[in-house]
């Protein structure tokens, strides 16, 4: 029989073989003895954590199809019970709960033995998928299977090159296609609805099959949500309905790139002074190592005590009012873990805010020659502890933002406070950890004032995250880790809500002979100014890298990059508060305004910046021109004034020119002209 309709068309069909969930007509969850939803089972993993680089083996011992469903119905509430067979030992019982535009399946489990659980959702061949956190290789997530845990992305993510055999050779650290600082098990369809499964076990969504996509959670889930919308635009509201909305940037971010610079208080003021000098708008100074460094193999490390460093940085306290009255402000760098060296592990450990190993003792976790504690977000002691450390050293010293790194990192093999498993924390982890900082700014009156941007993520980091960054890319033109791969990482983060998105201009990781290049930071720096955030970073190895300062000509074209950005930021702001009030993204796929143009569901290295703008940024070295897709629409070229009005063109695209169009009917159209004479 057929149950009520929900108001975006999802229709329950009961039939004596089973039942069927329809989303305007077409199958979505679908059960028979022949074609089971629920698969569940046993399995025992083995997990291995090398510097945050997972390796991750799964032996299944039993997996069982659960044929059987028997319906039961409690008031307004339905349960359907499913068993291995008809007279069999009952497994799963799903709750299903209707509500305005979807549908919630809430699980409990039967046997305590489970640990597995394989859920299918009903598909097509034409369908895509998009989203499960930031991904950097794949935007159209259909054809590959996508393990969800949280985790250093690895150097170079593509095991057929080079970079990534040496990295894992040498550093058991190459990473893969779907390796990420930021998983989440939600994806989103071509079809204008969106899947999330309520869990924090590790999870595999697997889309090559062409009739359905099976979800696999290491554990029974909470519950598993589809909710539909007629349109994307409409759908990204009710995503972050769901997840959380973000704050606005603060206003002092439009006025310029952040300029990443270490080395002290003297090097910071004289690199300063040049780049405006030529002309380079700058809103901020970001000074990571504003608490002291370290040397080692991998390079620049930082000294994880997090306060200012006076030997280090001499008057700092001093300068960052000075460079505040010039409209610039200053930004430093926190993670959760503390050094052994440092006052701050001392006084957890006495106070007992550090995680403990098995035998009772601090918990030490090797970041590449240096060991630290981690400051343990279950005991609520240690959480107000560190938003004070936060508060008082960095807020309080005059801090405007800050890198909020790391969060991928927990060991799964540690003691928490709480008792929980660290197998089941480490994807809360990265949330935990913003959650920190969001109160830490709030409570100090500082949110909309502050801005720190964190790289690990998972479900529910939206609300608190006030910017995301792409983390550690290498400094080269691959798609898999380099500059191209910033663009579906972008486009990935803001399906699932986190719409304020950006990068280390010119790369981070610089290793295995990757150096980056001159080139190579002008065409980053291009892309950047068509972001809600510019900012630079040396490296990892900034003697082998091409700084903003290592020439005139590089400092120019920063300078009219600058200029570009800034003189953009009316637009860019609309955009950004748009993303608060409504979660639609800043950066957006091609899709989420062309929705009947077939070919904009595969590009995945151009972007919609706000529904005005078209980016497609140069991400391969040598080229002047370039080829671009335009869905059917009346464009403008941004530089030439060049009209177009869709489908595959070829333009000019020397370095100061990215390809960007407008659309001739913007209301910014005059701001766009303005741009485009620069």
């Known amino acids: 029989m057929s149950e009520a309709t929900n108001e975006e068309g999802l229709i329950i069909y009961r039939h004596e073989d089973g039942f069927e969930i329809k989303l305007n007509g077409s199958a979505l969850i679908s059960h028979t003895t022949d074609q089971p939803l629920l698969y569940v089972g046993y399995g025992e993993e083995t997990m291995e954590m090398y510097r945050g680089n997972f390796d991750i083996q799964d032996y299944v011992i039993e997996r069982l199809a659960l044929r059987h469903a028997e319906w039961k119905k409690q008031g307004e509430a339905e349960f359907v019970t499913f068993f291995n067979a008809k007279g069999g030992q009952p497994y799963l019982t799903l709750s299903l709960e209707q509500e305005a535009h979807g549908i919630r399946l809430a699980f409990t489990s039967e046997q305590s033995s489970i640990n597995r659980v394989w859920f299918r959702v009903a598909s097509d061949a034409e369908e895509k998928v998009y989203g499960c956190g930031e991904q950097m290789s794949h935007f159209n997530l259909r054809g590959k299977s996508f393990p969800l845990w949280t985790s250093e992305p690895g150097v170079g993510r593509n095991k057929k090159t080079y970079t990534t055999w040496q990295a894992d050779v ?17 994806y989103v369809s071509s079809k204008k609805y969106y899947c999330h499964v309520e869990t924090t076990a590790y999870a595999d969504f697997n889309f090559t099959k062409p009739n359905y996509h099976e979800l696999q959670i290491w554990g029974v889930p909470r519950w598993i949500i589809v909710e539909a919308a007629a349109t994307f635009v409409e759908l990204a509201s009710l995503i972050a309905d769901r997840f959380g909305h973000q704050p606005e940037l603060p206003e002092w971010t439009y006025n310029g790139i952040i300029l990443g610079i270490q080395g002290g208080t003297g090097v910071v003021e004289a690199k300063l002074e040049r780049a405006l000098s030529k002309g380079v708008k700058v809103g901020g100074v970001w000074c990571q190592d504003w608490q002291g460094k370290r040397i080692t193999s991998f390079g620049k490390r930082l000294m994880w005590n997090w306060r200012w460093n006076p030997e280090e940085y001499p008057q700092l306290d001093e300068k960052i009012g000075q460079w505040k009255k010039q409209g610039i402000r200053f930004l430093g760098y926190i993670n959760p873990y503390v050094a052994v060296e440092g006052d701050l592990f001392q006084t957890a450990k006495a106070k007992g805010y550090l995680a403990l190993t098995e035998q009772r003792d601090i918990y030490l976790v090797d970041f590449g020659e240096f060991y630290c504690g981690v400051v343990d977000f279950t005991n609520p002691e240690a959480c107000e502890w560190y938003k004070q450390v ?67 993520g998972y479900t529910g980091v939206q609300q608190y995250c006030t910017l995301l960054w792409a983390g550690d890319q290498s400094v080269d033109w691959s798609l898999d880790d380099g500059l191209a791969s910033v663009i579906p990482a972008a486009l990935s983060s803001g399906m699932v809500g986190n719409g304020l998105h950006h990068s280390d201009i010119g790369g981070y990781t610089s290793l295995h002979g990757n150096k980056r290049s001159k080139e190579l930071f002008m065409r980053w720096a291009e892309m950047g100014a068509f972001t809600p955030v510019m900012r630079t970073h040396e490296g990892n190895r900034p003697y082998d890298c091409w700084q903003f300062d290592s020439d005139d000509e590089t400092l120019e074209h920063l300078a009219r990059m600058t200029e570009i950005y800034t003189l953009l930021s009316p637009y860019t702001k609309a955009m950004v508060k748009i993303n608060a009030e409504l979660g639609i993204p800043v950066q957006r796929p091609l899709f989420m305004h062309y929705e009947e143009d077939e070919r904009s569901y595969d590009i995945q290295y151009q972007y919609l910046y706000g529904p005005d703008l078209l980016v497609a940024p140069v991400h391969q070295e040598h080229e002047t021109s370039w080829t671009v897709y335009l869905p059917e629409d009346e464009w403008v070229h941004l530089w030439s004034g060049a009209k177009y009005t869709g489908g595959f063109i070829q333009v000019e695209a020397p370095l100061g020119k990215p390809p960007v169009f407008y659309r001739e009917h913007s209301s910014y159209k005059e701001l766009f002209r303005e741009v485009g004479q620069l």
């Open 170 to 186: 040498l550093d058991k650290a190459g990473g893969d296609y779907y390796t990420t600082n930021y998983p989440q098990p939600t």
């Open 390 to 456: 936060i508060k008082e050293n960095l807020i309080d010293f005059g801090l405007d933002g800050w890198m909020a790194d790391f969060g991928e990192y927990l060991p799964i093999d540690l003691t928490l406070y709480s008792g929980e498993s660290a197998k089941l924390m480490h994807n809360a982890w990265p949330v935990l950890w913003a959650k920190i900082n969001y109160e830490a700014v709030k409570e100090a009156g500082k949110l909309g004032e502050i801005v720190y941007f964190m790289r690990a």
